[in-house]
């Protein structure tokens, strides 16, 4: 079936809603190389990235999938040029500038995983009062992985748990999975069940090790500027097509 970006305001009539994964987890990659095609600065593919953004998250309102996080900033990028970092910083503000009342009409959940102390202290200021505004919508849950970096992510954990080890508040056979989850970033929020990764790139890049475990992975070719509503479609598609075993039989 081929299907028009046009076509696709409302869920297609081939993906069966009971079967849509109910988190997808997506790494945004290929921004520099589109804007390098073009001729263009790499800061330009960050711009086109975030306006594909935009449309991503309307895409899950509109279709019914009930959190989505994406992968904004790893706690690897502040290896890149300062001018190219100090733009993503600005990136992420103007977003929450632009899209917060939309949000808010849309019955949006922004919240923001990763160590953001680290943050220049007005995009801090930007985070809390977005995830503030918007703590009681109900709808789509927004997860934006902003310094993040899932190794990092666990050894807090771990420190976190040892600390309370230490302090004779636990015990070491006390510790499970459920509360090891429940000292990680996305405490409360369930695992992916789709990890979207564009670009053609087949691996993690230190994202969310530890809860995806059982994720299915999606890679597609497109450039992450370029990621549409019908190659979505194309995810869900081979997502729903897939038997999900868990290790049984």
Request: net charge positive; glycine share 6%.
């Amino acid at each position: 079936m081929i299907i028009q970006q046009t076509e696709l305001q409302y869920l297609p009539p081939d993906l069966k809603r009971e079967l849509l994964p109910k988190h997808v987890a997506v790494i945004m990659d290929g921004n520099g190389r589109w804007a390098k095609k073009r001729g263009l600065p790499r800061i330009r593919g960050h711009k086109a990235g975030v306006s594909n953004l935009k449309d991503l998250v309307r895409c899950c309102h509109d279709w019914g999938i009930e959190a989505l996080t994406v992968y904004a900033f790893s706690t690897e990028n502040w290896k890149r040029p300062r001018k190219e970092v100090n733009c993503l910083m600005a990136l992420i503000r103007r977003f929450l500038r632009q899209e917060l009342e939309e949000m808010l009409e849309k019955n949006i959940q922004i919240q923001f995983m990763g160590d953001l102390t680290e943050l220049p202290p007005s995009l801090q200021q930007e985070i809390s009062y977005s995830m503030k505004v918007t703590r009681n919508n109900t709808g789509i849950r927004f997860f934006i992985a902003t310094n993040y970096g899932s190794r990092q992510e666990i050894l807090h954990a771990c420190q976190a748990i040892a600390q309370k080890v230490q302090q004779g508040l636990l015990q070491p056979e006390q510790i499970s999975e459920e509360l090891f989850t429940n000292h990680l970033y996305t405490a409360g929020l369930a695992d992916p069940d789709l990890l979207i990764r564009t670009s053609g790139e087949m691996r993690l890049s230190n994202f969310l090790l530890w809860q995806m475990a059982y994720s299915e992975i999606y890679i597609s070719d497109a450039l992450w500027p370029d990621f549409n509503r019908v190659d979505f479609h194309r995810a869900l598609s081979a997502y729903q097509q897939r038997e999900r075993r868990f290790g049984k039989v």
